[in-house]
């Protein structure tokens, strides 16, 4: 890695095994970004601990899974540092010096933080923990520490990286020029619908198509998959923009997308047979990954090794920020007479 690159950070929640929407979300263009830039892959499991508390061991079974997604993707360890957040205490240092810069009220108001606390709801009822409401200073620390220029993101989270600019421009205001103010790299697809309709694919939603799912589980799921509730015989004309199967045709197959769409339209495509078709396609694509990612099962205690490693050397970053953050805040004395 070259470090005169800009530094990158991005990363997953250790809460299940990635799938289409994280794919064309982020993970592709994590592979095309390591070669630009310095990035850092945040393997975000104490994150992941703010609403799995209860279920700590679930976080640590998925550590593994979420690495080997992203290296079965194409990502390189030559090129990238992954890093396992447990494992680098200034993150929880600095989350706690930004905690005091921040309210109550301003991480109440994060639309991000709202929209995620409702859907959490079954969770936490009214008692939304002080770890939940305030992730959002966990991700500036993740964010921060590492002096990461440039944050990929999704535009959902583009409210967490506004949060993190503020929180830098403050802190730098009262202590000095010492962290860095990241910019958000909007990602270039939306937010991928689940295979039931919904706006977002997710890992516990029972929607989504998982790329370590096999061929036949990849089929079944998407001849299960929501189409036009309108179009219920095969020669019955159909909408394919409100069509689930036909956005994930626009995924795969873009340059036939033409095609599906006026034989839907005009009632000569069934839904069986355009299921099949797209089931073969997503097949196709995944088959790579599928294979890299079965050698990767054979490879367990090196990639632990591997993970560690890189941590270990991500951490000498985080070392210099701390030290940096301390000295601003004159958290730093001097060693020598009338020292403590």
Do not use: W
Request: aromatic fraction near 6%.
């Amino acid at each position: 890695m070259n470090p005169a690159q800009p530094k990158l950070l991005t990363g997953d929640r250790p809460t299940g095994r990635l799938h289409l929407g994280h794919f064309f979300g982020s993970l592709q263009s994590r592979v095309h970004l390591q070669d630009q830039h310095h990035s850092f892959i945040l393997i975000a499991d104490v994150q992941a601990l703010t609403d799995n508390f209860h279920h700590p061991e679930k976080v640590s079974q998925n550590v593994l899974e979420v690495l080997k997604d992203n290296l079965a993707v194409g990502l390189s360890p030559e090129k990238c540092t992954f890093v396992l957040q447990s494992q680098v205490p200034e993150i929880a240092e600095l989350t706690v010096f930004f905690s005091n810069l921040v309210t109550v009220s301003r991480l109440q108001q994060n639309p991000t933080v709202r929209h995620e606390i409702r859907q959490k709801q079954a969770l936490f009822g009214e008692s939304v923990t002080y770890g939940f409401l305030g992730y959002p200073i966990s991700q500036a620390a993740d964010i921060t520490v590492f002096q990461a220029e440039v944050v990929p993101v999704g535009e959902d989270q583009l409210p967490i990286i506004e949060q993190t600019r503020e929180l830098v421009r403050t802190f730098n205001r009262h202590y000095g020029e010492v962290l860095k103010e990241p910019r958000a790299l909007l990602s270039s697809h939306s937010r991928i619908k689940g295979l039931d309709g919904q706006q977002k694919m997710g890992k516990s939603l029972g929607n989504a198509i998982f790329l370590a799912d096999s061929s036949a589980d990849t089929e079944k799921k998407v001849m299960q998959a929501v189409t036009d509730p309108h179009k219920i015989r095969k020669n019955d004309p159909g909408r394919p923009d409100i069509c689930t199967v036909y956005t994930y045709h626009a995924l795969f197959q873009p340059d036939h997308l033409q095609t599906v769409y006026q034989e839907c339209n005009s009632g000569t495509r069934g839904c069986v047979m355009c299921k099949r078709e797209l089931a073969a396609c997503i097949n196709a694509a995944l088959q790579p990954i599928r294979e890299h990612r079965s050698q990767l099962d054979e490879q367990e205690s090196t990639l632990i090794e591997m993970l560690l490693d890189h941590t270990e050397v991500a951490r000498s970053t985080s070392r210099e920020t701390l030290k940096a953050t301390r000295k601003g805040m004159h958290l730093l004395l001097p060693r020598g007479p009338g020292s403590i």
